[in-house]
């Protein structure tokens, strides 16, 4: 690196092993330079170099320079100087445009690889166009189907399912008989019969059909609640289920007692049973035979409704807790 040379001052030329050299030391001047000569020509010399050193940056030149070695510098240099060359950027639009061929290929590749499989899937062979790399030849080949086979083993799986369908009908038939017959033959046990022998049919409503228990469970509409135990009860068709067999019996309601929730019945079988009704509506163990409409009115307003403040038909006896026909 090349600098400004060092300002002169109180200095001496002294000899040394590369020629003469700067001495800041006054008591140093060598004797041959103390005659007149040496003097002037000494004198001289620093006067070019306070010259030099004086003159502006653009007068000086080459010879004004001191080269003075920076080791950081030199190896910063070096390091730089022995970096890999970069890779050229190439032109504008260059990178864009191999962008743009890349994807153009990617296209035609997936393109060529669906028409081959769609071949395939229909039995026909797939001949790829010519130019192309061997390597992609190979990758759209495929195991074409075979079409007939498909279809045979596909007809063969429709016949098993109707085959399969109409042995499952016949069973079905063989076990239960078909919705038309079981309707007639629910309509037929609907069919109104005649009173039992021993059975008062006077106590029941007219018109009433005798059905005998029945094992069907009762729709959810048709359970009893708390607040159907009220006069209204009286002269309804209930059905209660028997945890004996599991069957629900019908019977006719002769005498109720709202504030007690005791109820007297009376069955097809022509028995009478006094029983506490609100346990079982609890249970969910009576059910209408039919629900009538004037058994869930509304509230007339607060607190109506409640079993307590239902109010006893003119029909009850003086001195007697329960409402008779």
């Known amino acids: 690196m090349k600098v400004d040379p060092v300002a002169p001052g109180l200095f001496t030329i002294v000899p040394s092993a590369h020629g003469w050299d700067l001495s800041f030391d006054a008591l140093q001047v060598p004797e041959q330079a103390r005659g007149l000569d040496q003097g002037a020509e000494l004198m001289r010399r620093a006067q ?148 039992p ?11 009433y059909a005798f059905r005998g228990p029945s094992s069907a469970t009762p729709a959810k509409s048709q359970i009893l609640k708390r607040r159907d135990i009220n006069a209204r009860l009286r002269g309804q068709t209930v059905q209660l289920r028997w945890p004996d067999d599991g069957l629900w019996y019908p019977a006719v309601v002769l005498a109720v007692n709202p504030p007690a929730g005791t109820a007297e019945l009376y069955y097809e079988t022509g028995d009478r049973e006094l029983l506490d009704i609100a346990v079982l509506v609890h249970a969910g163990e009576v059910a209408w035979t039919h629900v009538p409409a004037e058994a869930r009115p509304p509230l007339a307003g607060p607190g109506a409704g409640r079993p307590g403040d239902q109010a006893l038909s003119p029909a009850q006896e003086p001195g007697s807790p329960f409402v008779y026909m």
């Open 197 to 207: 022998a021993g059975v008062d049919a006077a106590l029941f409503p007219p018109g």
């Open 48 to 195: 070019d170099l306070w010259t030099a050193w004086r003159r502006p940056w653009h007068a000086r030149g080459e010879a004004d320079m001191v080269e003075v070695l920076m080791p950081r510098l030199v190896r910063r240099e070096a390091r730089r100087r022995t970096l890999v060359a970069a890779e050229p950027a190439g032109l504008p639009g260059e990178r864009d445009a191999a962008l743009r061929l890349q994807r153009a290929q990617s296209k035609v590749h997936a393109s060529l690889q669906r028409a081959a499989k769609l071949c395939a899937a229909a039995g026909e062979e797939f001949v790829a166009p010519e130019g192309l790399d061997p390597a992609l030849v190979e990758g759209l080949r495929f195991q074409r189907v075979d079409a007939a086979a498909i279809e045979a083993a596909a007809a063969e799986v429709v016949a098993a399912q109707a085959a399969r369908a109409s042995a499952e009908r016949e069973a079905t038939d063989a076990v239960a008989p078909p919705a038309a017959a079981r309707r007639r033959r629910r309509a037929r046990r609907r069919r109104a019969r005649p009173a």
